[in-house]
């Protein structure tokens, strides 16, 4: 199991390893954004990890391509492709 903290509102969720950061989010009550139904298409559903960058999934090349592609800081994950694998602290600019 693995703790996932968003920021800044302190809600936190515990999930099984291997869950994807954007259901993550969903569970614990928060919006995210979405104009392709985590589809991997359209990059709303970004988010920053704080703390925890080595507890989720490798950033892989398509991830980086959609980044660049919407002008994203590279440093960005696109939360309906990570997996959650260890405790890890995430925001997003609309929360
Ligand atoms: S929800 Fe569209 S890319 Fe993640």
Not at 29 to 36: E, F, I, K, N, R
Request: proline share 3%.
């Amino acid at each position: 199991m693995a703790i996932v903290t968003f920021h800044p509102s302190g809600k936190t969720i515990e999930v099984e390893h291997g869950t994807l950061l954007f259901d993550a989010a969903l569970r614990a009550g928060l919006p995210v954004a979405s104009s392709c139904s985590a589809a991997f298409v359209c990059c709303r559903c970004n988010m920053q990890i704080l703390q925890g960058a080595d507890q989720l999934s490798t950033q892989r090349d398509p991830e980086r391509t959609l980044l660049k592609r919407d002008k994203k800081d590279l440093t960005d994950r696109v939360s309906c492709v990570v997996r959650v694998y260890g405790d890890c602290t995430v925001t997003t600019s609309y929360w």
